[in-house]
């Protein structure tokens, strides 16, 4: 029930495209959901977020969409860059005894190609 | 602004060495801190949490153990390495409500 699982585990889409990456989890007591981004040799860095009480948030190019109902959300990439090459992580908060504690997706190893 | 800072970047150590691998935050204070590991192409596991000076919880039994020594600074550690500890450790901080911020990482290889 603490599971986030995370698909596709890898995707490549050409430059312009739309990426897509797809999250499940099924304990309710989750209250944010952050998406990560990875680059090789690099520690994850926070990209976009989203709360329950949301069903979309963009910023720029990247897009959450929640849906609250199915348990799910997905990142959108528009206009995939090669720059955007990396791996990418879903991950999921409870408040655990006072302490946010985060459970990550198996994460997606985005291809851009040029 | 707040930064977190990982040392050592790199590592080798042989099977049975003890280990030290430290974590400090700064331009904040009373930080949530959290040591995660990563395997090669793999998720990360969290390993330990820690929400003051000296209160450390475990989340995974295993050959680590972790320390907080000061309200900033985070230390993982180990008396004996095994091939298994291999991998990529992050060191991450939240404030007390809000996100997550991952240091750059440690790579520690056991030969």
């Known amino acids: 029930q603490q599971q986030v699982k995370q698909s596709p585990q890898s995707l490549i889409v050409q430059k312009g495209g739309i990426s897509i990456i797809n999250c499940a989890y099924e304990n309710t007591a989750f209250d944010y959901f952050p998406w990560y981004q990875q680059f090789p040799g690099k520690g994850p860095a926070l990209l976009i977020a989203?709360?329950?009480?949301?069903s979309e948030k963009k910023e720029g190019r990247f897009t959450i969409s929640f849906n609250k109902s199915a348990k799910q959300f997905s990142l959108h990439i528009m206009d995939s860059q090669p720059g955007d090459s990396a791996t990418y992580f879903c991950a999921a908060r409870s408040d655990f005894s006072g302490t946010y504690k985060y459970i990550f997706g198996t994460g997606t190893r985005l291809k851009v190609l040029a | 602004s707040q930064t977190i800072h990982q040392w050592p970047a790199t590592l080798v150590q042989p099977v049975g060495s003890p280990l030290s691998l430290e974590c400090t935050v700064e331009g904040t204070s009373n930080p949530n801190l959290y040591w995660y590991r990563q395997a090669a192409g793999r998720g990360l596991q969290l390993l330990f949490y820690?929400?003051?000076?000296?209160?450390i919880s475990s989340e995974v039994p295993q050959n680590l153990s972790a320390s907080r020594p000061q309200d900033r600074q985070f230390i993982l550690s180990s008396k004996k390495l095994l091939l298994s500890d291999s991998g990529f450790y992050l060191c991450?901080?939240?404030?007390?409500?809000?996100?997550?911020?991952f240091g750059p990482g440690t790579r520690l290889t056991v030969t």
């Open positions: 989203i709360r329950p009480d949301v």
């Open positions: 991450a901080w939240g404030p007390g409500m809000g996100e997550q911020y």
């Open positions: 820690s929400v003051g000076i000296g209160q």
